[in-house]
């Protein structure tokens, strides 16, 4: 399950080529243009849409007897509203806890007892919030007749039936993960199992049973006491994100508050599922040894089920513009840690390629501006690097900067080192052999990303998702060869500024004095 740190990864990494495999195909790649490649990877790629809206992307690729799958659903802690903030994530957990009849014993008996937990659980939040406070003793009760009904629907449960299916049949890498923009369901399995995954995968989105809903509930409770709560990392994030964004949901942690987690209920995560896990907001990408015209068939048997629904409302809320400086200074216990952003378009703005060169520029390896600069030279920070999109991509968002200052150096001297380096981005040109660099390493990145079926398979999904058509994922390459220095300078100049910027740190605190006790003598009295 996914969360935000300070890796700050775009994608997954994928390294299966050799470094020189990997120079050669670089090389390759550059002797050919992006719409030779995107034409050759079209004759293996079938796009099938369903009259009920959902998308499927099959690519044949028979390297080995491996079909990977990757499900992506268009909704993340963006689409949540106040009250139910971390409910895309719970519902992430609460796909594998199976359906009518996978993970239960007696689903007719086990429904009548899931209604009397509900019923419980509202008779006991009620008393919860009562106005002017709940009664201990009646309260008391009523969490031990909810706490009562949970134990007596476990009977029927079969615990973590979906996984183990899956596990015996062959499969690996099975996960799932949430972010701000989307939630996504992913694993592998030997090709002769489409049929089962078809069958597991339409199965649970077309009839799931939040079973074990409210102790899956603590444990996404305690994932955030993990994560973010006992984390200096990640409640330094949590603040910086609830700063640069003053109305828009990005400011919401994909885990949620911990109030709302201990707050929404199982009928909110159904209504949830019901408004946005429709076939129009799903896209799933099959990558490996399969034929797509004997797929298709399967698909329509299993997902066909699945009917169609309104397309989820669109998010009306717009991020106002930035119009003065804002910071964040977080007392902590901790190695100082630095982070300042800035508001710039979503992936789908043309400007896009500018910023990812800007990033890769600044932070791509040891060659890296921000690297040679503070690590390696004036050895003032451990690590130092920029992102071109955060939280998400999908809104407006931000460009953030970070770095995390070695012992003995301040949050005041990475901030000059860090704004130094940006200035120069505003003030010379950049030249041609970096640039050129910026341009081969996108173009082994894209090779990277396409070196196995899962890399595929969720680059293809994500692609299609965002911008409408897999084919970005080439033309992104395209794009960023295009960028010129000129580029950079303009958007540096445009974007990098204090009435745009957000600055969050870590300010360490000493720690107590130490209670100082008297040595024991060795005197023996």
């Known amino acids: 399950m996914q969360n935000s740190n300070i890796a700050l990864k775009r994608s997954p990494a994928f390294l299966n080529l050799s470094a020189f495999a990997l120079v050669i195909c670089s090389i390759a790649l550059t002797d050919r243009t992006a719409a030779q490649d995107l034409a050759a990877f079209e004759k293996r790629l079938t796009e099938y849409h369903m009259p009920s809206g959902l998308t499927f992307l099959i690519y044949e690729r028979s390297e080995a007897p491996v079909v990977s799958f990757f499900t992506y659903v ?41 209604a009397k937990i509900d019923e419980a659980y509202h008779a006991y939040d009620q008393e919860r919030h009562k106005i002017g406070g709940p009664d201990p003793e009646k309260l008391k009760a009523l969490e031990k007749i909810w706490k009562d009904a949970q134990e007596e629907a476990d009977k029927y449960i079969v615990k973590n039936e979906f996984g183990e299916i899956i596990d015996r049949e062959g499969g690996v890498g099975l996960n799932a993960g949430t972010s701000s923009d989307s939630t996504v369901y992913f694993y592998s399995l030997p090709a002769n ?16 049973v939040f079973r074990e809903f409210y102790k899956e509930r603590d444990v996404v409770m305690e994932e955030r006491r993990l994560r973010t709560d006992s984390q200096p990392i990640g409640r330094l994030l949590e603040q910086f994100n609830s700063t640069a964004f003053t109305a828009h949901p ?16 199982r009928e909110d995560a159904e209504q949830f599922h019901k408004t946005y896990y429709v076939p129009s907001n799903i896209v799933i990408a099959i990558v490996g040894d399969i034929k797509a015209s004997e797929t298709i068939p399967v698909l329509k048997r299993y997902f066909g089920r699945i009917p169609a629904g309104p397309p989820p409302p669109p998010l009306r ?8 400086e804002r910071e964040v200074r977080m007392p902590d216990k ?92 505003k003030e010379e040109v950049v030249g041609d052999d970096e640039l050129k660099m910026v341009k ?26 965002l911008y409408g058509n897999w084919r970005e ?42 209670e100082q006790h008297p040595v024991p003598s060795s005197k023996v009295e």
Not at 372 to 394: C, E, H, N
Not at 481 to 505: C, G, H, S, Y
């Open 74 to 114: 268009d909704v993340g802690a963006a689409q949540e509203v106040p009250g139910i903030t971390g409910l895309a994530h719970m519902f992430e957990h609460m796909a594998f806890k199976g359906t009518t009849r996978i993970g239960t014993t007696d689903y007719a008996a086990e429904k009548v007892v899931l």
């Open 193 to 208: 199992k489409l049929e089962l995954w078809a069958h597991l995968e339409s199965e649970r989105f077309l009839d799931p």
């Open 250 to 265: 990005y400011k919401q942690p994909v885990v949620g508050y911990m109030s709302d987690l201990l707050s929404f209920s």
């Open 317 to 324: 809320t717009v991020e106002p513009a930035q119009i003065a």
């Open 334 to 425: 901790s190695q100082p840690i630095y982070i300042e952003g800035y508001h710039k378009p979503a992936a789908t703005d043309p400007t896009e390629p500018i910023y990812n060169a800007i990033s890769d520029l600044l932070s791509n390896g040891r060659t890296a501006r921000l690297y040679r600069s503070l690590v390696r030279d004036k050895k003032i920070a451990a690590q130092a690097g920029a992102f071109p999109g955060f939280p998400g991509t999908k809104y407006p968002n931000e460009m953030i900067f970070f770095a995390i200052s070695t012992p003995g150096h301040s949050n005041d001297e990475v901030q000059k080192a860090l704004r130094e380096e940006i200035n120069k981005l």
């Open 440 to 465: 081969t390493r996108a173009k082994a990145n894209l090779i990277r990303g396409l070196a196995n079926n899962a890399g595929i398979a969720g680059a293809l999904a994500g692609n299609q998702a």
């Open 473 to 514: 994922l080439f033309r992104s390459v395209e794009k960023i060869d295009k960028v010129t220095a000129e580029d950079i300078q303009r958007i540096a100049r445009l974007t990098f500024v204090p009435n745009n910027r957000t600055v969050a740190m870590i300010v360490s605190e000493s720690p107590p004095p130490r």
